[in-house]
């Protein structure tokens, strides 16, 4: 079994256990067509358009 051979110090456990290596917020983009936010390679979910072609209709 591994076991450390020498004790973690305080500040090198502490930078484990920090919230840096979460995940941060996703992309927002702007619909060129309804300019409301989406996500990024997304449908727009206001108004139904991805690339320039209607999707779906809302």
């Known amino acids: 079994m591994a076991?450390?051979?020498r004790k973690s110090?305080?500040?090198r456990?502490?930078?484990?256990?920090s919230n840096v290596w979460k995940?941060?917020?996703p992309a927002l983009?702007?619909?060129p067509r309804?300019?409301?936010f989406k996500l990024a390679h997304c449908v727009c979910e206001s108004c139904?358009?991805?690339?320039?072609?209607?999707?779906?209709?809302v």
């Open 29 to 31: 983009s702007r619909c």
């Open 23 to 25: 995940i941060g917020l």
């Open 48 to 57: 139904g358009t991805y690339k320039g072609m209607t999707v779906f209709k």
């Open 34 to 36: 309804c300019k409301e």
């Open 9 to 11: 110090s305080k500040a």
């Open 13 to 17: 456990r502490d930078k484990r256990r």
């Open 3 to 5: 076991v450390p051979k």
